[in-house]
């Protein structure tokens, strides 16, 4: 349930270029019943993962700022694309509070299917930074393929996560793949929304996997590693820089529908 957002307290903060990051604050929710969180989307703004590096730090920066000036005891950074180009620049400003970034779950996919074949889906800025170049290094794998999808974001953020268009949009990526793939690392946090229409597209077979509730249990651990776990009552803030009044409608539908079923 979204409240309206009367005063300061001790939310944990949470932010990505859009709507997206919802499909973390799921997760969050889920593995956290009793924290508040203060979600903030900057939907005015996506999408971030095809924008200069220069402008992504600039935005991390200016949500981190201002989830900061709301008392925040924690920020989770619920976008691949601002992880991968801001993470360090957001640490570096603010030492003294707990960032946690989100990361493609390589590791996992890899882990289940050492000689099969994957891939990973995610903006460009995402593919090309060199946080991947490090994850993939670290978790070596040699049938792993990067699929940019510029434009899906879009499509999520107008709200057509399972419709005729995103089907269409992932035809046109995906069908190369179809039928060839053990697993789909979903690299962007708006992605698991589509997962129908990936699922209509790639086949049942497919194991997709995204880093939605390693983000939380890595969160919850590292509250609770500084005593900072709340008991209290659960609660959800959502704002967002659009004037668009939609956005707000659509949020809640991504908060509380089952995308998945
Ligand atoms: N949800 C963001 C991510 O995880 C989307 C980036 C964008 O706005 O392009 O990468």
Do not use: W
């Not at 970034?101 to 995402?126: D, H, S």
């Not at 978790?139 to 089907?167: C, F, R, T």
């Not at 269409?168 to 697993?183: Q, V």
């Not at 690299?187 to 209509?200: E, K, L, M, N």
């Amino acid at each position: 349930m979204v409240k309206k957002l009367t005063e300061k307290t001790d939310y944990i903060g949470v932010f990505d270029s859009g709507v997206g990051g919802i499909s973390v604050l799921r997760e969050l929710v889920a593995c956290m019943p009793n924290e508040r969180f203060l979600y903030f989307g900057d939907s005015a703004n996506a999408p971030y993962g095809t924008k200069p590096k220069e402008q992504i730090c600039q935005l991390a920066l200016n949500n981190a700022k201002l989830l900061m000036g709301y008392n925040v005891k924690a920020i989770v950074v619920a976008c691949n694309t601002a992880t991968a180009v801001a993470i360090d620049l957001l640490r570096q400003t603010y030492p003294d509070t707990i960032i946690i970034g989100i990361e493609p779950a390589i590791k996992p996919a890899v882990q289940r299917f050492p000689n099969g074949t994957l891939a990973i889906m995610a903006t460009p800025a995402t593919l090309q930074g060199e946080k991947l170049q490090r994850l993939m290094a670290q978790n070596p794998h040699s049938n792993l393929v990067k699929i940019p999808a510029p434009g899906m974001v879009e499509l999520v953020e107008a709200g057509l996560s399972d419709s005729p268009q995103m089907d269409a949009f992932l035809h046109n990526l995906l069908d190369p793949y179809a039928g060839r793939l053990d697993g789909l690392i979903l690299g962007c946090t708006h992605y698991p929304f589509a997962v129908r229409s990936i699922r209509r597209v790639l086949g049942e077979q497919t194991v997709l996997f995204d880093g939605g509730a390693g983000t939380a249990r890595e969160t919850r651990r590292r509250l609770a590693e500084k005593d900072l776990l709340s008991q209290g009552k659960g609660e959800v803030v959502i704002i967002n820089s659009s004037a668009d009044k939609s956005v707000m409608q659509l949020c809640n539908t991504l908060l509380t529908e089952d995308h998945h079923g």
